[in-house]
T-cell receptor
Framework: RKEVEQDPGPFNVPEGATVAFNCTYS??????FFWYRQDCRKEPKLLMS???SGNEDGRFTAQLNRASQYISLLIRDSKLSDSATYLC?????????????FGGGTRLMVKP | GAVVSQHPSWVICKSGTSVKIECRSL??????MFWYRQFPKQSLMLMAT?????????EQGVEKDKFLINHASLTLSTLTVTSAHPEDSSFYIC??????????????FGPGTRLTVT
C-alpha cells in the first residue's frame, strides 16, 4: 500500500463548478499535512497546510480526519487557472529526520 | 515569501559526463535541504536529505556514489550526477525547510532542473 494515495484523475469540470479531492495516508503518526499545486513542468507550490480543525483560504477548503487518516481539498467556483495537478503531502520520518511524502497527485482540468 | 533557486534550469549532456546542479535559499538559511526526482507523469520521489556540514542521507535505492550531494553552507546545496546515463534523464527538484507561520515546517521548492542525457 502506498503511504499517500490519491485518485489520479483527471477531473474534468466546467468553470464555476465545485470539485473535491480526497487523499488517504497510512502513517497514523503523521502530524503535518499539506496540499501542493504543481503546474506542468514546474515545481510544486504550497497551496495550503491542513489543520485538524479544517481551514479555508478563499475558494479552497481543506479538511483532515485523523481517525480515518483522510484529507480532502474542496475548490469552489473553479477557474480556468485552477487547472493543475494537486499533490497531497504528509510528513514522515526517515534516518535523516523529518521528511515529506507525496501522493501521486490528482489532475484537474477546468474547461470554459 | 521564501525563495529557493536552482541552476541550471535545463541541461543536456552526453552519456558518461557529470552534471552539477545548485540549489540556493535566497532569503533564509536552510540547515536542511532535500533533493527529489520526478519522472514524467509521476510524483516526486525523495532522493536524499542534505544537512549543512554533514553527510547527506540517501533514500533506499539511491546510489550515493552516483548522486553526490554537498551542503557546504546554510544557503547552498549541490547535487552532482556522475557518469550520467540516459535513464538519469529526469526533473530534479530541490527544496528547503522553512518554519511556517504556525510552527509547522513547510518546504519551499526550487524551480527544478530538467536533465536530458543523450
Amino acid at each position: 500500500r502506498k503511504e499517500v494515495e490519491q485518485d489520479p484523475g483527471p477531473f474534468n469540470v466546467p468553470e464555476g463548478a465545485t470539485v473535491a479531492f480526497n487523499c488517504t495516508y497510512s502513517n497514523s503518526a503523521s502530524q503535518s499535512f499539506f496540499w501542493y499545486r504543481q503546474d506542468c513542468r514546474k515545481e510544486p507550490k504550497l497551496l495550503m497546510s491542513v489543520y485538524s480543525s479544517g481551514n479555508e483560504d478563499g475558494r479552497f477548503t481543506a479538511q483532515l480526519n485523523r481517525a480515518s487518516q483522510y484529507i480532502s481539498l474542496l475548490i469552489r467556483d473553479s477557474k480556468l487557472s485552477d487547472s493543475a495537478t494537486y499533490l497531497c503531502v504528509v510528513n514522515g520520518w526517515n534516518n535523516a529526520g523529518n521528511m515529506l511524502t507525496f501522493g501521486g497527485g490528482t489532475r484537474l482540468m477546468v474547461k470554459p | 515569501g521564501a525563495v529557493v533557486s536552482q541552476h541550471p534550469s535545463w541541461v543536456i549532456c552526453k552519456s558518461g559526463t557529470s552534471v552539477k546542479i545548485e540549489c540556493r535559499s535566497l532569503d533564509f538559511q536552510a540547515t536542511t535541504m532535500f533533493w527529489y526526482r520526478q519522472f514524467p507523469k509521476q510524483s516526486l520521489m525523495l532522493m536524499a536529505t542534505s544537512n549543512e556540514g554533514s553527510k547527506a542521507t540517501y533514500e533506499q535505492g539511491v546510489e550515493k556514489d552516483k548522486f553526490l550531494i554537498n551542503h557546504a553552507s546554510l544557503t547552498l546545496s549541490t547535487l552532482t550526477v556522475t557518469s550520467a546515463h540516459p535513464e538519469d534523464s529526469s526533473f530534479y527538484i530541490c527544496s528547503a525547510w522553512r518554519q511556517g507561520a504556525i510552527s509547522a515546517y513547510e518546504q519551499y521548492f526550487g524551480p527544478g532542473t530538467r536533465l536530458t542525457v543523450t
